[in-house]
């Protein structure tokens, strides 16, 4: 049922047209990471360029790595912005392609994909 949702969602996004194809590569996990790139034998290792801790999947990459986790941390004090993590990638992306709340002059759902596009 969700991924039908998101997938209705994500074209009707208020925002620039090339964070909204960011947005559906990310929903798709149709981006080359570095993981990606080692099962192909493209790179040598699929550890993360920022932490060097964990493999850079998508999720890694836009949810867990150490630089997006704080970032996401920030806005979500800031009014309870993002729906925080424990959820699956597709989840995560429709709760906060959804929400409807403010900070300060901001839609949250704009500027979630503001800070995906940054990341």
């Avoid at 999720?59 to 925080?84: E, M, P, V, Y």
């Amino acid at each position: 049922m969700l991924p039908n949702s998101l997938f209705t969602v994500i074209p009707k996004w208020k925002g620039l047209e090339r964070i909204c194809y960011l947005i559906h590569k990310v929903a798709h996990d149709a981006l080359m990471t570095i993981s990606q790139r080692a099962r192909c034998v493209l790179a040598v290792s699929d550890a993360c360029s920022i932490c060097n801790t964990y493999a850079e999947t998508i999720i890694h990459t836009f949810k867990n790595c150490s630089l997006a986790f704080d970032l996401w941390s920030r806005l979500a004090k800031s009014k309870n912005g993002c729906q925080l993590f424990p959820k699956a990638l597709q989840e995560w992306l429709f709760n906060n392609l959804t929400a409807s709340h403010k900070i300060g002059l901001f839609n949250w759902s704009l500027l979630f994909g503001i800070a995906l596009d940054r990341l």
